[in-house]
């Protein structure tokens, strides 16, 4: 079991940034890999990046070049780094983590883009 909990979301102007982080219960070097995902109103679940327990890293194509994954194996937080925000990119953000077959999820944070 792997209990995952966000924070780092609020309210920001569009061209701002935020930093995401997500604390995990246990040492996430152990884990396939960790990853952000995000859900707006009336749309579904959508990936936003992920980053493997060896460092590859994956984007949205909608947010490549503008948000960065990365990961601190001895805090046990991956982080996403949101610079040149927009609108659309408001929604609520979730972590997520793979171990083999098991997906975790954390509860989400509200990230809202102000034009």
């Known amino acids: 079991q792997v209990q995952l909990v966000e924070s780092g979301g609020g309210l920001v102007q569009a061209g701002g940034s935020l930093r995401l982080s997500c604390a995990a219960s246990r040492n996430i070097f152990r884990l396939n890999a960790m990853g952000w995902y995000r859900q707006a109103p009336g749309k579904q679940r959508e990936l936003v990046a992920t980053i493997t327990s060896g460092g590859s890293t994956n984007y949205a194509a909608s947010v490549k070049g503008r948000f960065t994954i990365s990961r601190d194996n001895a805090k046990n937080t991956v982080y996403l780094q949101m610079d040149t925000l927009k609108p659309d990119d408001t929604a609520v953000y979730y972590c997520?983590?793979?171990?083999?077959?098991?997906?975790?999820w954390g509860q989400g944070t509200q990230v809202t883009v102000s034009s």
């Open positions: 997520h983590a793979l171990q083999i077959r098991d997906n975790y």
